[in-house]
């Protein structure tokens, strides 16, 4: 729902006016709607598994792994709203030492299960990495000092609108960009099979 961006917003604006109670509730707003959204995302993957393996690979084959994947999307909800905490607090020593730590720590704990395993460690790397993100990100989240104070669902919904209108917008620029891709992996993998799309992967990600 684009809290990854709007969150950095909200954030960046308390912060700029110094009231502590205020920042502090701007941050548990952020994090449980990171925590809702990454499980409702994850819940919506594992329901929609076996038409998504149908429409992308052409059979149910790999429904579970889609499955399994839901895990990625809950890490990266939770990491995204972490990660919009520290870059709103202007903290840019750690979002950059966020940023290598995640892609190192992923590199070195991922790889052996593609080595091992091959094709069937694909889903076990993916998760690997989104581990390494979320724990990377929870490390350097954990050290901003937010006052604390008592907040009720209702109130949480309140300040949440604010963070969904403006998310919204950004979700819609995110989801063209996405979709393009996916569906021109689509084409690639029943056209050409999935050693190709692993070939488009790579030089689009170069």
């Not at 996916?182 to 030089?203: K, N, T």
């Amino acid at each position: 729902m684009g809290i990854g961006s709007s969150g950095v917003r909200q954030i960046a604006e308390a912060a700029g006016t110094g009231d502590e109670d205020r920042i502090a509730r701007t941050t548990i707003t952020l994090r449980r709607a990171a925590i809702i959204l990454g499980a409702a995302g994850a819940a919506a993957l594992v329901a929609c598994a076996y038409p998504l393996s149908r429409l992308t690979f052409g059979d149910t084959s790999h429904a579970w792994a889609l499955a399994f994947l839901s895990v990625t999307i809950f890490f990266g909800a939770v990491s995204g709203g972490q990660a919009a905490l520290i870059q709103g607090m202007r903290l840019v020593s750690h979002l950059a030492a966020m940023s290598i730590l995640g892609a190192l720590f992923g590199t070195l704990f991922s790889i052996p299960f593609v080595f091992f395993f091959g094709q069937q460690g694909i889903v076990p790397f993916l998760i690997a990495t989104s581990a390494a993100s979320i724990g990377t990100s929870w490390w350097f989240a954990r050290k901003i000092k937010v006052t604390r104070t008592v907040m009720i669902w209702k109130e949480t919904w309140r300040e949440a609108r604010g963070l969904l209108q403006l998310g919204i917008a950004f979700m819609a620029t995110g989801v063209m960009t996405a979709g393009t891709m996916y569906a021109v992996r689509v084409i690639v993998v029943r056209s050409l099979g999935l050693d190709a799309a692993g070939l488009f992967q790579a030089a689009a990600t170069l």
